[in-house]
């Protein structure tokens, strides 16, 4: 064991013997996230490094205080990348944040989510002990895949030390359409484009400058993705300029979202096929369909919740200027609530990890 992970370790020993909470930090992009943040600080920014990496295996495993953007530069060196286009929020962004937030971009509806790349990794539970699940394979699971598991865990079930990852050559073709069309109109195109052969990658919906605009980023091979953009016309748009739009929409640099003032920003996971919702404003959708943003005033927040929920799905108060905020996250089902802590208490039994940081009770 090499010295920044036994000092980890024994600070995690420690807590639990003393019952004293401790809050997991990497490079702090994300520290907006969650409930709460509580406990004395725990950084594990000595944990860097790319420890291995396979191009011809399309496989990384990098420790967890690496910089994101370093895995990044790395892959891209290689003309591979992480498909799901983790968003940083930040400079700092690292590795184990990327996995502990569960974040992923505009791709996400197409190509995945951040738990479908985790091949494995190590941790360090909330007794002190180094864990270690999956490994640098697709086929090596024989169980519960608890590797994935977490992913969007918010580090309340570990603090994750290292971790492999699936990782894809870039597109060889790509391409961004512009279409000025009404958000109800746009939403019936993306589920008709849906059931099509085409190489849809991303889409982003939104009143660019007071136009309701859809944009629709097709990748794949050349001649599929010239033949798609040939079927659904629309403005082609520079690539130069559209891989900067579609960035600034991962990392919300985007007009929309800086016009939110002081207003609340709530995240809405709802199925693609869902129609209009019922919100104060018009949102800003992603995922086809799938993921949909909307800025609201304190007082409109059940009006959002209750939109989502009617629309099969649940959202969550992701940015608020407010710090006594509370009930961010939908509280999940009385089944999954148990699961949720018959798992705390196998990984943490003490409950001193990022305490309250994933729903209020844990």
Known sequence: MDAPLARITDRIRAAAAAGTPLRIRGGGSKDFLGERLEGELLVTTELAGIVSYEPSELVVTARAGTPLAQLEQALAEQGQCLPFEPPHFGPDATVGGMVAAG?????????????????????????????VFGGQVMKNVAGYDVSRLMAGAM???GLITEVSLKVLPLAPAEATLRFELPQAEALRRLN????QPLPLNAS?????????????????AAAAVESACRALGGER?????????WEACREQRLPWFAEA??????????PQTAPVLDLPEAPL??????????????????????????AGG??????????DATGRTTPPAPALAAIHERLKQQFDPAGILNRGRLLPQT
Do not use: K
Not at 192 to 195: E, F, K, T
Not at 237 to 245: H, I, L, R, T, Y
Not at 292 to 307: S, T
Not at 314 to 323: K, N
């Open 103 to 131: 974040l992923s971009g505009p791709a996400r509806a197409s190509v995945g989510a951040v738990r479908d790349y985790v091949l494995g990794l190590q941790l360090v539970n909330g007794r002190g002990e180094e864990l």
């Open 155 to 157: 580090g309340t079930l």
């Open 192 to 195: 008709a484009w849906g059931g």
């Open 204 to 220: 982003c919906w939104v009143e660019d400058a007071g136009v309701p605009t859809l944009f629709l980023r097709l990748r794949g």
């Open 237 to 245: 748009m520079d690539n130069a300029q559209a891989a900067g739009d």
């Open 261 to 270: 003032g002081g207003r609340d920003l709530w995240r809405l996971s709802v």
């Open 285 to 310: 959708v992603e995922w086809h369909g799938g993921q949909r943003w909307v800025r609201v005033a304190p007082q409109d927040g059940a009006r959002v919740r209750e939109a989502a929920v009617r």
């Open 314 to 323: 649940h959202a969550t108060l992701f940015r608020t200027p407010r710090a």
